[in-house]
């Protein structure tokens, strides 16, 4: 049996390589990916506690279930909004994108 730290290091570990994604990147899309990288770690630390803590009760993977479904909405969604700004701005870096500013 894989102790419980490893889990929670690796979801750290990809948490940090997320958020590393987020900040540092120009292109919206590579944005897009450091957030379902972070969401994923999210996932990794939900599974992990409840077969951990209470194997029985099927409360953690219900929890999964929501953010996957949660990450595939923002997909969806985060997808379309590029796409639209790409037909406007020909671009999807972050830091050209001014639709909302005076």
Do not use: T
Not at 34 to 61: D, K, Q, T
């Amino acid at each position: 049996m894989i102790p419980l730290n490893w889990y929670l290091i690796l979801a750290a570990a990809l948490f940090a390589l997320g958020l590393f994604g987020v900040l540092s990147r120009r292109n919206a899309v590579a944005i897009l990916m450091g957030v379902e990288l972070m969401l994923n770690a999210v996932n990794i630390n939900l599974l992990a506690f409840w077969r951990y803590r209470a194997p029985v009760h099927s409360a953690g993977m219900v929890f999964a279930v929501i953010v996957f479904a949660v990450a595939a909405a923002e997909v969806a969604v985060g997808l379309a909004l590029f796409i639209a700004v790409y037909r406007r701005f020909n671009s999807v870096a972050a830091d050209e994108i001014n639709l909302l500013k005076w």
